[in-house]
């Protein structure tokens, strides 16, 4: 029974993240085939979080953040290369990168694309193994494989 006026301080069992953003979020991304959560912010960083369930315990574990030079706008996205394990995000921003970002094998973000204004929007496209990005510069700049870019980002190493 419950107290009239009684304040209930979660009525959706709603749970927060360790080490949340400083700033608002502007997207949210679950990997399609891991337990990550990616958040992208206003504070220019793109979180990565594993989350796990012990019985109705939800918690989360951050696992790895990357920066962009610039805040993020929504809707700007961080979608999953579904291509194999979920384990690698493609970012973009303000600061007009495209990043690939492999979140398990310690690797550091990659830049893969440019654009000449803000990135608007990422599309994975899996049974292609495509990444298509598009800008306030008004073009679809790059339509990329994944294999492409690992191939891009060796040589230039």
């Known amino acids: 029974m419950s107290t009239f006026g009684a304040a209930n301080t979660n009525p959706n069992k ?70 194999d394990d979920g384990t690698t995000v493609f970012s973009g921003g303000c600061d007009k990168q495209v990043k690939m970002w492999p979140l398990t094998s310690g690797g550091q973000p990659m830049t893969v694309a440019m654009h000449d204004a803000p990135v608007k929007d990422l599309a994975w496209i899996p049974e292609m193994n495509l990444l298509a990005t598009g800008s306030w510069d008004k073009t679809l700049k790059r339509l990329i494989s994944a294999l492409e870019m690992v191939v891009i980002n060796i040589a230039v190493l």
């Open 14 to 83: 709603s749970f927060e993240v360790a080490q949340p953003p400083s700033d608002s979020i502007s997207s949210l991304s679950f990997s399609p085939k891991a337990n990550f959560l990616v958040a992208t912010s206003w504070d220019n960083q793109v979180r990565c979080w594993e989350i796990t369930r012990n019985g109705t315990v939800v918690s989360s574990t951050p696992k790895a953040s990357i920066s962009h030079d610039q805040p993020w706008h929504w809707p700007f996205g961080a979608p999953f290369d579904s291509a």
